[in-house]
């Protein structure tokens, strides 16, 4: 009896004493693949575009990466500039079917309301009130800046929009924001899309 | 019956000791960086296409009588694309819609290289679109007017700084709306 218990002590004495080692090696592997992967799959930009849900972005083969700029994101259902909901579309929806599952329909019917319009409707009135104050905005931090051009006037609005325009948005519906911009003083439009890889 | 030798003496004699190297620190600093990542990188590459607002003058217009520039003008319409230059320098293309009603996009750019061909140093393009295009076909339409894909056939142009013949990367990359201010149609 005394001779069991003390073969028990010992091999219970072994099993503390024996180092538990984990195996790190593999698990290290793994991070850097994930690392790797991470650092291909991000992009190096550091301009951030902020978007809505929902939209449906197009893809494009386009190589030029957007610089910082004000921004226009056009939905079917709302114009929105700078983060800040601007107008909201009529959306019609079709027989059966209501105004949430309307906006998501690829054939969204989506139209501005008559009264958002002037000049014929082809200048939307609640964008062009929004561009121009940021225009104003832009000129005003130009003229506190210290940077001036070769002449020492304050620099002048650069004048880019970048659009963010869902898909399904038609072209009729983008001229008039851009007829509105130019209207605005804006001298360029930077189109932007998901790269095709 | 002999005793079993000691495997204390065996181990300390000649067998070197296995250095371990001390992983935790590096996991420590990987998975660090990948919560960093995870938290501040963007995944959406996001990229633009530019287009400047057109401007009208009456002054460009005298101008552009007497030089007859290219001007060569893409209008997409309802049945059909025509690729035309208002001062009948090519002779215009009409291409048909595909059987969905989007334009013929990889026609619309093989015709487009050929005048690249004839016009290499030519870089502006009028693109006409009606108005129930989308903003998808619109993408597509300007990538196939602005960007040459590998199975282009090679157009060179010579570069005056360095004197050597170069490929050209891209197509007509300045693309302007003809139909913004209204009209741009024939």
């Known amino acids: ?197 | 019956m002999f005793k079993r030798p000691s495997s204390r003496r065996r181990a300390s004699k000649g067998k070197a000791e296995t250095v371990e190297l001390n992983l935790v620190p590096m996991m420590d600093a990987l998975v660090t960086m990948i919560a960093f990542m995870l938290f501040t990188l963007s995944f959406l590459n996001i990229v633009s296409i530019e287009s400047p607002v057109p401007i009208a003058s009456s002054r460009d217009v005298e101008k552009k009588l007497d030089e007859k520039p290219l001007q060569l003008t893409l209008s997409v319409r309802d049945q059909e694309s025509e690729i035309w230059s208002p001062f009948e320098r090519i002779a215009p293309s009409r291409i048909q819609n595909l059987p969905d009603g989007s334009p013929d996009i990889v026609a619309i750019h093989d015709k487009l290289v050929e005048i690249k061909q004839k016009f290499p140093r030519e870089s502006k393009i009028v693109f006409v679109p009606n108005t129930k295009v989308t903003y998808d076909v619109l993408i597509a339409v300007m990538d196939s007017l602005r960007m040459m894909t590998p199975t282009d056939p090679p157009i060179f142009l010579k570069n005056e700084a360095t004197g050597i013949d170069e490929p050209l990367k891209s197509l007509f990359p300045e693309v302007i709306f003809g139909n913004l201010l209204g009209g741009g149609e024939r």
């Open chain 1, 1 to 197: 009896m005394i001779r069991h218990s003390s073969i028990l002590k010992r091999r219970s004495r072994k099993r503390v004493n024996k180092a538990f080692d984990l195996q790190l090696t593999s698990m290290l592997d793994i991070l850097v693949i994930i690392l790797v992967f991470l650092l291909k799959s991000s992009t190096a930009s550091t301009t951030q575009f902020a978007t809505v849900q929902g939209i449906k972005i197009p893809l494009s083969v386009s190589p030029d990466v957007p610089p910082d700029s004000l921004h226009l994101i056009v939905t079917p259902e709302a114009l929105t500039f700078e983060n800040e909901e601007i107008m909201r579309f009529v959306i019609t929806p079709a027989e059966g079917q209501d105004a949430a599952a309307a906006a998501q329909d690829d054939h969204v019917n989506y139209q501005f309301n008559p009264q958002d319009l002037s000049e014929g409707g082809r200048l939307v009135r609640p964008l062009y009130d929004a561009l121009v104050k940021a225009r104003e905005r832009s000129e005003l931090l130009r003229a506190q800046s210290q940077a001036r051009d070769e002449e020492g006037k304050p620099l002048p609005f650069d004048g880019v929009l970048a659009i963010q325009a869902d898909k399904r948005i038609s072209y009729d519906t983008l001229r008039r924001l851009m007829y509105t911009a130019g209207a605005a003083g804006y001298k360029v439009f930077r189109f932007l899309a998901l790269k095709k890889e």
